[in-house]
């Protein structure tokens, strides 16, 4: 069936360093959205992709979506410690939303 | 302020026992759906709903029962057939289902259930 891989499932860095977790389906999807879970926290939404090869940034957060629809990746330059969190991404293909198993992301200031 | 309210924020459970999550939404979407979360894994799907009077069993739907009466509520319960419910479910909405909502899915805060 169809699956949303993400990678890495956990990721330590220095505050200032950078970020970056990847997300890729089996099937190629309509849209792609991104979330970000603060520890104990629910899910809140940060973007939606839909375009081949698009590219949205937010502040310091940069998103793209492959250009086959089928991969995406989340990067955050000079990670801050009010990133840390689970991302997830979540697939949406065939009118089902699929959801990746989140990275999570420890900042050390 | 719109949004989904989620109660109790903890739970626990006795084995054996059946036990009721809340979920209440003042977004007026149709489409209402149930998350359970295990450390390491993603968002498994346990039952939506997207219209009054009509659910459907996502994933992993075994052990658990839901109600749709109201359009605001969609209440889970956790039967005592479901072997291992120690988990983080989380209650969602969206306007239907048919597409990916353009700002995406709007979460409770969940509820952490615990067996004892």
């Known amino acids: 069936g169809q699956q949303v891989m993400q990678i890495p499932q956990y990721q330590h860095v220095q505050e200032g360093e950078d970020f970056t977790t990847y997300c890729n389906s089996s099937?190629?999807?309509?849209?792609i959205q991104w979330y970000k879970q603060r520890p104990g926290g629910h899910p809140v939404f940060l973007i939606q992709?839909?375009?081949?090869?698009e590219v949205k940034k937010q502040k310091r957060l940069t998103f793209q979506f492959g250009e086959a629809k089928k991969n995406s990746s989340l990067h955050i330059t000079a990670t801050q410690t009010t990133d840390v969190g689970t991302y997830f991404c979540?697939?949406?293909?065939?009118?089902?939303?699929?959801f990746g198993a989140g990275t999570r992301l420890f900042v050390k200031a | 302020d719109g949004g989904i309210t989620q109660s109790p924020k903890y739970l626990f459970r006795k084995e054996g026992q059946n036990v009721t999550l809340s979920c209440e939404q003042n977004?007026?979407?149709?489409?209402m759906y149930w998350y359970r979360q295990d450390p390491g894994q993603g968002l498994r799907l346990i039952y939506y709903?997207?219209?009054?009077?009509?659910?459907q069993k996502g994933d992993i739907a075994e052990g658990y029962s839901v109600s749709r009466e109201k359009k605001e509520s969609f209440p889970l319960t956790v039967t005592s057939a479901q072997k291992n419910p120690t988990a983080f479910y989380l209650c969602?909405?969206?306007?239907?289902?048919?597409?990916?909502?353009?700002?995406?899915?709007?979460f409770g805060s969940g509820t952490r259930l615990t067996v004892v």
């Open positions: 969602a909405s969206s306007i239907d289902r048919w597409q990916a909502p353009l700002d995406g899915y709007t």
């Open positions: 099937t190629t999807l309509s849209n």
């Open positions: 992709l839909v375009k081949s090869g």
């Open positions: 979540a697939g949406f293909g065939g009118f089902k939303t699929i």
């Open positions: 977004l007026n979407h149709d489409a």
């Open positions: 709903s997207q219209i009054v009077n009509d659910f």
